[in-house]
């Protein structure tokens, strides 16, 4: 199937530069493919493309179908990495207004986020948004006890009953958690909850392949096995040695520009929708990468919206940043430029053009711009975004991360430095020994 | 009326560091005040809370009048400061799901915003959700020849011709331009339409309290004495001598951590309706900072969602990093945090407690945590989140930047760096000269 290219030419950066660290991703490829990297334990999304079950995949789909046809809307409870890929899929691939659509021209059910933060305002104007509709919950925590999704499923499993009885209840909430332990197993068994199973060795920020990503993402109408196809090329591709993959380039290249003191990195899209894409990215990166006083400060714009933000900053600010824009060639839908009869605005010169050839010409002018400024510029092309190319980028991405975080010296699967802050909340919350 | 408070006593500067710069935050005030620093044509954003019409307010209450009555929705057409203002407020004075709401439950018309960006699949998307509804249409901008406002008006103006006649369709647009000059001006006088007036020494990033933000915000039932009143205060109390003046000390402080490598400025909220808000303030200091290779970058999250995001490398990565927390004490909405018969989650011991309550002890621990780790930590306080406060805020962050812009030795008012791509991309284009 299609092709992601990299496009490294305008990073400064020279092929000797590029070949005298090979040797290096080649260390960092066994250290990931043979398991002796730090974190080793935590590599299960490594081949996972590859092993993931087809009774699972059905198992989602079935249940898709049955929230599908019992609910009008989807409420996904998680945080972090139990929500952030299937919003970024569900979001990329679907209508920029997919949830106020009428139910005719949308592939699944509305989906709504919660449990990811502790806004009573937020959590209270979700309700009113419900009130008239028949929901469906899936509550997604390895161990049950985080706070956020904690808190929110004591809101929704008390409305869950309130509204539909303490067994029809039930049958509407769908657990994604722990295989065998935690707070969520425990409760699931006791009330005989739907569950899928988080694997031990897929972190949060890996884990949009399994159960997890994949039931909102089915809810919302998307095609799962395109999106799985996608990885499965991934693996492909990029187990290939470094010189024929372009993944391990972008993992090079970008400890290279972070070694010249290129410190953030900005993650360029120019679709509204990839927003949450975007905030995928930087949990991965950010949470792989930053530790032990180190990392490169992911970051993220959307174009052209924010050249009218941040766009002089970049052009003329302090040379400590560098790009990386996904550039998607074929949008998902087109609209021509009329000519108008007085030309008040002088556009005429474009009648005829697509405002999707205008964004094209921007980004093209924009790459050009900032290059000139001296901001290194990689791109990633794509023809299409579709579930295919969304799953093989993401793969791209996750395996990049890896990469690049050994190349770093880093252990990119832990997150140690979560800790200090829930030790202190805790503590204010007097939460019993 | 009400105070907001800055506490920066986490942040590792003695009170010795702050006392040397104060000659010259009474230096920048004078640049500002009496006109001699740069860019002082552009500072008719200073003085405006006291100098903004009533008349011109009142007219503009009317249109809202108009536009609700006429109305379904009201489309907002504009890009950079001629839309961050008026969604920063909006957003984070309404419901989560404002849109949403049946229009019993909302103060204004929904609100969409379009011409920010060239995505043919939004526009086209934006189509769909005004299918059945009566909009009036409010497009900004200064020139009339801003790309991504102008292809959008191109579009509009046809559909409202087309859906409601030439003559009433008219009636339906409002264009807030130049006063005398310009694309748009020409064709109001032409057309009919009613306009508002940009005046000619405020720049888009500062221009929330011209009719550029306050049409919109009014549609959106928003209180624009309140928010004017906010204003207001906000010049009287950060006119003050820099001893006792907040909105200094954060320039000055900002300015210190800067010098010592703290690269990456990260605005902090707690309540998800608070991006937009973010998204203006990185304009605002980013486009006024980002010059001549200097100025700190802004980035901002949402906690407590990102702190399972970003929140590892905030407590461990590399320390080139600040945090500025808009902390607001009262939210809008509360809930109780219930008892759970089996208290599977181990959280009974915060039954009783509202869910705003423990936001606040994560801020707190938070804050705790990230000073621990070394990351220098400001905290602004809101008693609640309204107009009035909203505005006062606003001007704090107006007035912060000029005078943290003049520390840094910049021109806070230009923005050279945006013609660049926009060269490129018209030659592109292949715009005739």
Same mark, same amino acid.
């Given at each position: ?140 925590? +390895? ?19 309130? @509204?539909?009885? +303490? ?18 197993? @425990? ?6 909850? !739907? ?22 993402? !089915? ?31 972008? !993992? ?108 094209? @010409? ?9 290059? +000139? ?49 829930? +030790? ?10």
């Amino acid at each position: 199937m299609g092709k992601i290219t990299l496009d490294y030419s305008r990073t400064f950066i020279s092929d000797e530069e590029i070949e005298s660290l090979v040797p290096f991703a080649r260390t960092a490829h066994d250290m990931l493919h043979k398991g002796y990297g730090a974190g080793s334990d935590f590599t299960g999304w490594l081949q996972l493309p590859q092993k993931i079950r087809k009774e699972e995949v059905e198992r989602i789909k079935k249940a898709a179908v049955d929230i599908k046809e019992s609910s009008d809307a989807l409420v996904v409870i998680g945080v972090g990495g139990s929500y952030l890929g299937s919003r970024a899929c569900i979001e990329a691939l679907n209508h920029n207004f997919y949830n106020q659509l009428p139910i005719d021209k949308r592939r699944g059910t509305e989906i709504y986020f919660v449990g990811n933060n502790l806004s009573s305002s937020y959590i209270s104007d979700l309700m009113d948004i419900l009130e008239n509709k028949d929901i469906s919950i899936n509550v997604i925590s +390895k161990s049950g006890a985080t706070l956020e999704p904690a808190v929110a499923f004591r809101i929704f499993k008390n409305y869950m009953e309130a @509204k539909y009885g +303490k067994d029809n209840g039930k049958k509407r909430i769908y657990v994604t958690t722990d295989e065998h332990k935690g707070a969520l197993r @425990k409760l699931s068994q006791e009330e005989g909850y !739907a569950t899928f199973a988080i694997p031990d060795d897929i972190g949060g920020r890996y884990s949009v392949l399994t159960a997890v990503g994949l039931l909102p993402i !089915a809810v919302a109408g998307l095609d799962l096995d395109g999106f799985i196809s996608g990885f499965r090329d991934g693996l492909e591709d990029y187990s290939r040695d470094v010189q024929d993959n372009i993944c391990y380039k972008y !993992a090079m290249v970008r400890n290279i520009l972070y070694s010249r003191g290129k410190e953030i990195e900005i993650l360029v899209t120019y679709e509204p929708n990839l927003k949450y894409l975007a905030e995928w990215w930087k949990q991965l990166f950010g949470e792989s990468e930053g530790k032990d006083g180190k990392g490169i400060y992911p970051s993220s714009v959307n174009f052209t919206t924010d050249l009218h933000s941040l766009g002089q900053l970049i052009q003329d600010g302090k040379r400590n940043i560098f790009e990386t824009t996904i550039n998607i060639i074929k949008p998902r839908r087109d609209l021509e430029i009329q000519r108008l009869a007085d030309d008040i605005d002088g556009l005429n010169f474009m009648a005829g053009k697509t405002v999707n050839y205008v964004n094209q @010409k921007a980004f093209e002018g924009t790459v050009k711009a900032h290059t +000139k400024g001296q901001v290194p510029n990689l791109i990633i092309n794509l023809s299409e975004m579709n579930e295919y190319y969304l799953g093989k980028l993401m793969y791209f991405f996750e395996k990049a991360c890896a990469i690049s975080g050994y190349l770093l010296g880093v252990n990119p699967f832990n997150q140690p430095g979560v800790e200090e802050y829930k +030790k202190n909340m805790y503590q204010l919350l007097g939460r019993p020994n």
